[in-house]
Nanobody, 116 residues
Framework: VQLQASGGGLVQAGGSLSLSCAASGRTTGNSGMGWFRQAPGKDREFVSSIVWSGSTTYYGDSVKGRFTVSGDNAKNTPYLQMNSLRPEDTAIYYC??????????WGQGTLVTVSS
């Protein structure tokens, strides 16, 4: 399984970006997809996820109310709409494929930089 996140870039605080993740390979049976991020010198942080069954969504506390996850189940493609971006949102954002409750495959990240 190969995953490639895209859509990152440089944006001013208060701005918006939209990320997507292209998945290829055998992803049959996955239960959903997630977004994580890692800032320099910090641990990886859960951002958001979507579970295909019921289109249930989850968010990390730091992004609730600002980020919206959606997805195309048929294409195994998740999207992450990020609004009201803050400098502390600066990080490399990764997508991952979820099986059951575990994320087994991770993609190449995309860098999001928010300037103050």
């Amino acid at each position: 399984v190969q995953l490639q996140a895209s859509g990152g870039g440089l944006v001013q605080a208060g701005g918006s970006l939209s990320l997507s993740c292209a998945a290829s390979g055998r992803t049959t049976g996955n239960s959903g997809m997630g977004w994580f991020r890692q800032a320099p010198g910090k641990d990886r942080e859960f951002v958001s996820s979507i579970v295909w069954s019921g289109s249930t969504t989850y968010y990390g506390d730091s992004v609730k109310g600002r980020f919206t996850v959606s997805g195309d189940n048929a294409k195994n493609t998740p999207y992450l709409q990020m609004n009201s971006l803050r400098p502390e949102d600066t990080a490399i954002y990764y997508c991952a494929v979820r099986y059951g409750k575990s994320y087994l495959y991770w993609g190449q990240g995309t860098l999001v930089t928010v300037s103050s």
